[in-house]
C-alpha cells in the first residue's frame, strides 16, 4: 500500500473517493431515495445592478435537510438585510425541495447571534476549535 499526502487536491482521486463515499452511504439509506428528496447542489447570490457579488449561499440539499456549507456577505454590506434575504431564500429553496430541516456550523467569531436571530437553535458546540474559539451547529426547523 502506498500513502499520498498533499496540499493539492487531485481532481480525479477527489471524484473516485466522493463517489466511493456516494456508493456506501446510498446502500445504507436506500430507503431515502424516493422523488420526495431532492438531492442537489445549491447556489444563491445576491449581486448589485453593476453585477458585483454583495454575498451568497453555497451548499446542497441531501436527504431531506438543506446544507448551507459557504455563507457570507461582504463587509461593507453587512447589517444592510442582505444575509437575511439570502437566508429567507434558503427557506423558501428548502420549502420547494421537500426539506424538513436547514443546518450549518459557524465559528463564534463569525454571526452566530444572527443565525439565532433567524431562529437557528444550536445543536452542538465543537470548543477550542480553532484556538481560542467554538465551531457552532445549527439547525432549524422549515
Not at 463515499?21 to 445576491?46: C, G, M, R, V
Not at 449561499?57 to 446544507?67: A, D, P, Q, V
Not at 456549507?69 to 428548502?94: C, H, Y
Not at 426539506?99 to 458546540?125: H, N, R, V, W
Request: charged residues 30%; hydrophobic residues 35%; proline residues 2%.
Amino acid at each position: 500500500m502506498k500513502i499520498k499526502t498533499s496540499d493539492i487536491v487531485n481532481d480525479i482521486d477527489y471524484k473516485e473517493v466522493v463517489e466511493l463515499i456516494q456508493k456506501y452511504n446510498s446502500i445504507k439509506i436506500s430507503h431515502l431515495h424516493t422523488e420526495k428528496f431532492i438531492n442537489t447542489p445549491l447556489e444563491i447570490i445576491a449581486k448589485n445592478s453593476e453585477n458585483f457579488i454583495l454575498g451568497g449561499i453555497y451548499g446542497r440539499s441531501i436527504w431531506g435537510t438543506l446544507e448551507i456549507k459557504t455563507f457570507v456577505v461582504r463587509d461593507e454590506f453587512r447589517k444592510s438585510g442582505i444575509g437575511t434575504t439570502l437566508i429567507k431564500e434558503a427557506e423558501f429553496e428548502a420549502k420547494r425541495r421537500n426539506c424538513e430541516y436547514i443546518s450549518l456550523d459557524t465559528f463564534s467569531f463569525q454571526a452566530p447571534e444572527f443565525y439565532e436571530k433567524m431562529g437557528f437553535i444550536k445543536i452542538g458546540t465543537e470548543i477550542n476549535f480553532p484556538k481560542g474559539f467554538d465551531k457552532i451547529y445549527y439547525r432549524k426547523k422549515i
